[in-house]
């Protein structure tokens, strides 16, 4: 495979998509660029199925190499630290928006790696590798049902500036990251939003201002399906570039036969109202517990059999998530009984705890968090 470079804006960011020319051996390698930020992205994937995995073992990796801002590691052993929380925070900004691409039964240990090469200390890398990854998961062999593309834009005097540097982030109010793919009518449809406010936007709010609002969030949400298009073209492009590559036969695991699974939801839909209609979560569990059982006496389950109750259990797993999302669709009522824009009760408490310096409970319908402030005296 030869080498291969493609270039688009974002903005007013050159964005450069190269491949062919580092770790060859990768099932998928791309450098990424913007300004002198560059990330090598590889996708590797085995070839055989994971033994004993029930579950999809994806790993995303981020690795920062001091040699990228022109240093020596401080150690005494001239090493390596181990993950920032930076890097540890993207390696999850990446995988959550990666993982749900993957083929259902899809069990090869495949693993996502991004290494910063050169970091200018004015580009953040983060949205660099979220793309680089689906762009090196694109052109390589691997079954991935994308490509996606990754943007952050900052509220900056009341306009979205997208991808902007570090010292914008500074002036921004807000920080919204928006990752999209494109659905079968040729639009853009977003998979995962991150949001929030910057140090700027907390100041404003201690003055009394409002920094932003929906209206204006949902504005940027809009901008971004323009910029998420423009990065999932510039991958396209790249495979495009690559040309036919050669086909890998990886193996699906089955968790239950479509036979089996027409069992249990036959047996299933009649009893399923008794699930449905518990709004307290430790009964629905007792509920649901107990339709199950009586499901699988109803088909003559083999309970002696391990794996037949395995498969059995998954089948039932995926009945009622499908019944409850036809629910939620058809009806507009979630698992608990809220309706789609309702939120679960609040409640908030201070002085829960006698003796430490400050406490409060903040409860959101069955979820509790308690924080205790103790201060160094």
Same mark, same amino acid.
């Given at each position: ?226 910029? *998420? ?94 019944? *409850? ?53």
């Amino acid at each position: 495979m030869g080498e291969h470079t493609v270039r688009g804006m974002v903005g007013d960011k050159e964005v450069s998509l190269t491949t062919g020319k580092l770790a060859r051996l990768a099932d998928g390698a791309v450098t990424v660029r913007i300004g002198d930020t560059e990330v090598l992205t590889t996708a590797t994937a085995s070839r055989s199925m994971r033994e004993g995995a029930d579950f999809f073992p994806l790993t995303v990796d981020v690795e920062e190499r001091m040699y990228a801002v022109g240093r020596i590691p401080g150690s005494f052993f001239r090493r390596e630290g181990r993950a920032t929380e930076k890097a540890i925070l993207t390696c999850r900004l990446i995988d959550r928006p990666l993982r749900p691409n993957f083929p259902e039964g899809f069990r090869c240990e495949t693993h996502v790696l991004s290494t910063i090469l050169s970091a200018d200390l004015i580009n953040p890398y983060d949205i660099i590798a979220l793309n680089g990854s689906s762009a090196a998961l694109t052109v390589s062999p691997i079954p991935f049902d994308g490509p996606i593309g990754g943007v952050r834009l900052a509220l900056i005097d009341g306009n979205w500036v997208a991808m902007p540097t570090y010292d914008e982030l500074e002036e921004a109010v807000f920080d919204l990251i928006v990752v999209g793919k494109r659905n079968a009518e040729g639009g853009i449809d977003i998979v995962m939003v991150e949001a929030g406010s910057t140090e700027e936007g907390y100041r404003l709010v201690e003055a009394g201002a409002q920094p932003s609002d929906e209206a204006t969030v949902t504005q940027g949400l809009e901008e971004a399906k323009a910029y *998420i298009g423009g990065l999932i073209d510039l991958q396209l492009e790249l495979k495009g570039l690559v040309g036919e590559i050669d086909p890998v036969e990886f193996p699906l695991a089955e968790d239950y036969s479509s036979e089996l699974y027409e069992q249990i939801f036959n047996a299933t839909r009649e009893r399923a109202g008794e699930v449905l209609g518990v709004t307290e979560k430790k009964a629905r569990y007792l509920a649901e517990s107990a339709v199950r059982d009586h499901v699988f006496e109803v088909i003559g389950l083999d309970m002696e059999d391990a794996g037949a109750v395995k498969s059995a259990k998954n089948a039932f797993r995926s009945v009622m998530k499908n019944i *409850i999302r036809k629910r939620v669709i058809d009806e507009g009522i979630r698992m608990d009984g809220r309706g789609a824009t309702d939120i679960r009760d609040l409640a908030v408490e201070v002085g829960v705890v006698a003796e430490g310096h400050g406490s409060g409970l903040f409860q959101r319908g069955e979820t509790q968090v308690l924080n205790v402030a103790t201060l160094g005296m």
